[in-house]
């Protein structure tokens, strides 16, 4: 907490950095029949970054170092569809994509930039309309294969970006909307995903079958809204809802700084008085003022030879919050 002549500032850096992609694409869709149609669709993309890193420091290399990124990219998707009837419809669709890589910082044992990423996508699901069109589904099941995985690592002074190997998540996603009464709107949002590396990744700690960061087993909510109206013009609404996140790890499993984020369910209540022009709205987010972590960080000991945490930075769940919003329409 005390400054050091000669080293105060430790150091000034800067990293500014332009990105720019071209793309051409396009789809198609060809009906067979009134039921059945395919849809596939082509992208061709090119990524240009430029990039400098400006550092001022008496005890880190200064300057200027500049550096360049450039690469090509072909994407694609096809997506047959079947409709069973007016109000019920079966898909499937196959897609790739990639996530552009980018500059990390320029210091010794760190990589200068950190490749795309590549995936492909394997969906089938059902949309469907039922209960006199009061009740809407949505199913489907996935599987993503990921390839050259962009993961953070440290070497224990800062955090920077590589490529990992191979990783693969599927799951199941659920979504229904009911409409039992007039005026009163239930939702049921639920998820589960398995998302694991298919390969080990020795530079983050990480074996085949580790769980992937940030991405719990399990997520869902639940939702209740009744409208009803005032009279000359003006409605009201009172709502609320429950939210569950699953417990996720900040790192793959074997990483030896990943920590374990608990589950937590959250409860939402809102309402409003709204016309064509105005609306006042009521919330309160976390209801019970529940407690948890969404974010954990390791601070390494810089004196430690081993680079041994001395401390855990942690962000926690938003506590209660209650708010009044005001919209005028213009």
Do not use: C
């Not at 061709?44 to 450039?70: C, K, M, Y």
């Not at 962009?150 to 409409?179: H, M």
């Amino acid at each position: 907490g005390t400054p050091i002549a000669g080293l105060d500032p430790l150091a000034i850096t800067g990293l500014p950095t332009t990105y720019k992609e071209y793309a051409l694409f396009g789809d198609v869709t060809w009906k067979f029949n009134p039921n059945f149609d395919i849809t596939a669709g082509l992208r061709w993309a090119r990524n240009e970054q430029e990039f400098t890193q400006i550092v001022q420091s008496p005890i880190l290399p200064s300057g200027e170092t500049p550096g360049s990124s450039a690469e090509n990219v072909r994407t694609w998707s096809v997506s047959p569809r079947w409709h069973l009837d007016t109000d019920t419809m079966l898909y499937a669709r196959v897609a790739t994509g990639y996530q552009a890589g980018g500059p990390n910082l320029a210091l010794p044992d760190v990589p200068p930039q950190v490749g795309s990423s590549t995936l492909t996508s394997y969906e089938a699901g059902i949309k469907t309309i039922l209960a006199d069109r009061r009740l809407i589904l949505d199913a489907a099941v996935y599987n993503i294969d990921w390839k050259k995985i962009q993961v953070l690592t440290t070497n224990g002074t800062v955090n920077y970006a590589v490529n990992g190997g191979k990783a693969s998540s599927k799951g199941f996603e659920f979504s229904a909307v009911y409409t039992p009464v007039s005026g009163l709107r239930l939702g049921l949002n639920a998820a589960y995903a398995d998302a694991s590396l298919s390969e080990a990744i020795p530079s983050i700690g990480g074996l085949d079958g580790d769980r992937l960061p940030f991405v719990p087993k399990w997520n869902a909510s639940a939702t209740a809204d009744y409208t009803f109206d005032l009279g000359n013009n003006w409605s009201a609404r009172f709502g609320g809802g429950l939210r569950h996140t699953g417990e996720r790890t900040t790192g793959v499993t074997h990483d030896p700084r990943s920590f374990l984020l608990p589950s937590y369910t959250a409860f939402d209540l809102n309402a409003d008085i709204a016309n064509d022009r105005w609306t006042l709205r009521f919330f309160i987010k976390n209801l019970t003022n529940k407690g948890s972590y969404v974010a954990m960080t390791p601070l390494i000991d810089p004196t430690s030879p081993t680079g041994a945490i001395s401390r855990v930075g942690a962000t926690p769940l938003q506590p209660r919050v209650i708010g009044v919003g005001f919209d005028a329409k213009f």
